[in-house]
């Protein structure tokens, strides 16, 4: 595309490596040239990627009508060696608004910067390794393609010098759209370990076609893992006297944690779990500040102890306050929960609430849809752990709303029955863990159509003491 926004002062060069058309003149190639691929506006370099921009060269004196084309080099530097001395008409063709075509003479050594405007310029400003593998990369972005709306702007990094989108194998891109035409980003990437790694900003206008911009490469080396200066910094939810969910979220470089703690019976718990899975932690004393031991585990290293301090509710508090989230809305744990209550306390304020065709409106004392739950229906945490044997139905995805239940010996998981849920069952990839927290737990009673077996139990850490029976 010839957009004549711009003089060019020289020839766009053939890279030294570059492939042509076979020439018989061969023992005549005594000319040469070497050159660089110029911002007409700033004078620097402007960066392409391998086969990202590509000179075509047409003898205006020889036999040969074929224009040879070749590609620049990613740093957009070009020579060769090996030119017939003539006269040439030159035109460019990549990310960028491309010069006249030009008439000139390339004898030996002849000095060739060519000036082209790029559709967006790139910059890595500054760089920053953490815990040994994490780099955070701040670039800036112009884009200088007036005619485009937006742009994918974004990094590609891989092990090889000049990672470029266009070859698959070399590097891991990321990119997000922008329609500011400047700006400033910041990404954090996360590489292997004890690796040498290439980086690049990259960019893309939205009728560029496939051609990309480039900045210059940083070249990074990554240690082992270290997390030895990574905070713990975790939010306690869902807080009752004796239990707690943990709300925090870390860097892949972390995969696992390590949980450490005096149970209200004065034994050690210890507890290692992927970061994926949701923390929590039971069995605490009740109305006191309890301390937890955290170690983060990264690329099989332990880092240092974190202490978390989480206080519990008193057993004379209701099970949850206003502004507290349920545990994580299961809403058939939800209805089984207040199932259990309006079975419990309905007939004592209905006697007629057994028969009643409304009976499925369970006391919600569970916050649901933004409303703030009845004061005079919400269990105490006293009522929660005087739970000796539950039924919980349907399409249960979450167990964690029985860790208050510290007094629960027997458990029946159930399907939906007319009342909710009709015919669903719990998910088979609910996370049975919680219930090893229950002490007191005895018996698991599976109904039929449970999607569950004594295995999946034993393989959650459920203990051989408590029985697991299926019908």
Not at 98 to 113: A, N, P, S
Not at 346 to 356: C, E, F, K, M, V
Request: charged residues 20%; glycine residues 8%.
């Amino acid at each position: 595309m010839n957009r004549n926004l711009i003089y060019c002062a020289s020839l766009l060069s053939l890279m030294s490596l570059a492939s042509c058309s076979i020439d018989d003149r061969y023992e005549e190639l005594t000319a040469s040239y070497h050159g660089m691929l110029t911002d007409s506006e700033t004078g620097g370099p402007v960066y392409t990627e391998y086969y990202g921009a590509s000179l075509l060269m047409a003898d205006t004196e020889g036999d040969i009508n074929q224009p040879i084309s070749s590609y620049i080099r990613p740093d957009g530097t070009y020579s060769n060696a090996y030119v017939y001395p003539s006269r040439y008409k030159v035109y460019a063709q990549g990310p960028f608004f491309e010069c006249d075509t030009l008439i000139g003479t390339v004898t030996e050594g002849t000095d060739m910067d060519v000036y082209v405007l790029p559709n967006v310029r790139l910059e890595i400003i500054d760089t920053e390794l953490e815990y040994g593998i994490a780099l955070t990369v701040r670039f800036r972005y112009e884009i200088v393609d007036y005619a485009s709306a937006s742009a994918e702007i974004g990094l590609i990094y891989g092990n090889r010098p000049y990672p470029g989108q266009r070859e698959t194998t070399s590097g891991e891109k990321r990119v997000q759209r922008v329609t500011e035409k400047e700006g400033e980003i910041s990404q954090t990437i996360y590489l292997d370990e004890n690796s040498t790694y290439y980086v690049r900003a990259l960019g893309h206008t939205s009728n560029a076609g496939d051609w990309w911009n480039y900045s210059d490469q940083i070249c990074v080396s990554t240690n082992s893992v270290d997390i030895s200066g990574l905070p713990v910094e975790a939010t306690a939810k869902g807080v009752s006297a004796t239990s707690a969910i943990l709300d925090w979220s870390f860097p892949p470089v972390v995969e696992a944690a390590r949980m450490r703690y005096m149970d209200s019976d004065g034994e050690s718990v210890d507890r290692t779990i992927p970061i994926s899975s949701v923390a929590w932690v039971a069995g605490l004393l009740p109305g006191q500040e309890n301390e937890v031991t955290v170690n983060l585990i990264g690329g099989g290293v332990a880092g240092p102890d974190n202490i978390l301090k989480i206080k519990t509710g008193a057993m004379s508090d209701v099970y949850m306050d206003d502004n507290a989230d349920p545990y994580w809305f299961d809403v058939n744990m939800k209805y089984s929960m207040s199932r259990y209550f309006a079975e419990l306390w309905a007939p004592q304020q209905d006697p007629g609430w057994a028969t009643s065709a409304f009976r499925h409106e369970f006391f919600d004392w569970w916050r649901a849809g933004g409303i703030v739950p009845n004061h005079n229906n919400l269990p105490l945490n006293s009522e929660m752990s005087e739970i000796t044997e539950l039924s919980v139905y349907g399409n249960i995805t979450s167990l964690l709303d029985l860790l208050p239940c510290i007094n629960i010996e027997v458990l029946h998981i159930l399907p939906g029955d007319d009342l909710f849920s009709t015919g669903e069952a719990i998910s088979p990839d609910t996370d049975l863990s919680p219930l090893s927290a229950l002490k007191k737990l005895k018996t698991v009673h599976l109904g039929a159509g449970i999607p569950l077996d004594e295995d999946d139990f034993r393989n959650a850490g459920i203990s051989d003491n408590v029985q697991i029976i299926k019908d």
